[in-house]
């Protein structure tokens, strides 16, 4: 045991000594492990951003959130048995609380209808375009983690009056109002005025996922009476309709799946739909929405690392090829070293360590140029989703010494198995 | 043959019959056809013989650096013929210093460092090392050069180094191809002094050689010709070698 500590030493100290002496080869060999852990790297704060990504858009969903829907969130192969399911009125949501209400310890606590149709927003001289724009009550303040950077929600008079009010997200702020404060300014929405109460605080946008950052909230009963279809003012035949759903918070998320029973059974009393009917609306949370998401992500994550991952493996083409080099003009000294007692393995292990220790410093070097670029990247493009994360740091150095001991291992081996004679007669 | 002068230590080496064979291409080399030999403790032998003899493969099944293709070797008692890679490299080390015609020192690290490789291949902790390797390049007269680096050294001096390299585990024998090949005379004969030295002092030394005023500082010398033994003689007699040098 003391003796392979003995070899170890001496193993880094070659290595260490033939690095120095072959200064431009090493470099320019470690460059190629540089460029593959700048490449490996960066691709790994991209794909930990895009789960972060995922996750920041997920979280406007709420995790203690159900939401009553015609169609699930998640593929489905017979879509024929949604189609011609019934719409999911607004209406359901009073009902549902009027139930919630009479239900002694029930899971759930309040529900929320909402509408939501794609409208143009004007201001002066200023027009947005395909605004997601949402109606629902007071209440909605409940299931949403919403926060007004400005202003505020409207409150429960003002939703259930049908109040021309709006709170808009931070990116239609910023579009209609560039260097003003859009509080008490009144918005034209599909020829409505409505009167600016709050704006939210910016959520960062990602992959086109919800966010609050390009939405405007108004009063449900506002929506109904001007943007429904029997609206006469809507003239679009497409989305004229717009999709509702109920939307109704839980009271313990750990008791989620109770909540959604509890919800089902309200659902069917709300539909009246008799024992041996199937549901007719999907009841789905944020989990469900996460797992057809997470296939999507795993595949840009397992893509784009195999992608840089060979310029890595280019890297430690160009390690192992040094490696052979160096086994070949130092054949003598192979051979006295066996002859002064060295065994296989430690000629094995001396280069395995020459090679991983080249490829270490090329991991650390390139660890730190990415953690650069990294810092320089995120202050040029805010919203591109990257992280640089200690796991990273670990998983890049442990990524180096694997591609060190694989490509070093060809050459070491060769060099372990060299004919002591032979090597000594070399020249 | 003379067997007034020969000493009568335990025997170190003993080979019987031993031959070794070579494939070159289609051709089979016979490049030892059956020797025999015994080295006691504390002999001073020299390797004679013209290029071709021999010579070369009888030294390196000496030196442990081969096996022979058949015939019994045992070294201090231990047959050598079973033993696998490792078992030769850790006879390689304990048993047997080198010395080579070409220094064989490694050349970015100094006097010590190669002193001390044998000890780090042995397994010995840092501290004995340093004082061991010291104390060997004391020995052979580069007590204040241990810091310098093989190109910081003369010939002579490197061969110094590569002799205290032999020296410093304790070998069974020193074993030295051509340790005067690439020096100049005057140097070659402060190496052979230097020998000389180790040989009184007790150590076993075999030496291979061709050259007859190199020869002449062993006590016994051995003739090879065509894988053979041809004249196995104590001390050096001067006509019989002028013959054997004559043909190289």
Redesign the interface.
Known sequence: MKRFLYELEESWKIAAAQMRSNMTRSTLTALGVIIGIIAVTLMGTAVNGIGIGFDKSMSVLGDDVLYVTQWPWKPVDDWWNYRDRKKIQTEYAEKVNRIIAATPNSNLIVAVPTSSLMRSIKYGGNEVDNVFTLGTTSDFTVTSTIDCKEGRFFNEIESREGAQLVVIGYDVADALFPSESPIGKSVLINGQLFKVVGVNARQGTFLGLFSWDSMVAIPLTAFNKYFSSKSASDSRADGAKGESDVRVKVRDKKRLVEAKDELTGIMRRVRGLQPEQRDDFSINEQQAFKSTLDPVKNTIAFAGLFITGLSLFVGAIGIMNITFVSVKERTKEIGTRKALGARRRTILLQFLIESTALCLLGGFIGLILAYFLCFGIGKAFPSFPIQFSIGLVVASMVVSVLTGLVSGFAPAWTASRLDPVTALRYE | MSHVTRPTGPIVIDIENITKDYVMGEEIVRALRGVTLQIRRNEYLAVMGPSGSGKSTLM?ML?C??TPTSGRYEFNGRNVKEMD??EL??I???EIG?V?QTF?L?A??NALRNVE??L???????ETRQERATRALNDVGLGDRIHHKPNELSGGQRQRVAIA?ALV?NPSIILADEPTGNLDSKTGEEIMALLEHLYQRGNTIILVTHERDIAAHARRTIHLRDGLIEMDHAGFIPELDLETAATT
């Open positions: 390196n030196g650096l081969d890679d490792d490299a850790a390689r080390n304990r080198f080579f064989n490694l970015r690290a490789l044998p780090i291949y042995a397994g010995i902790d840092p390299r585990n």
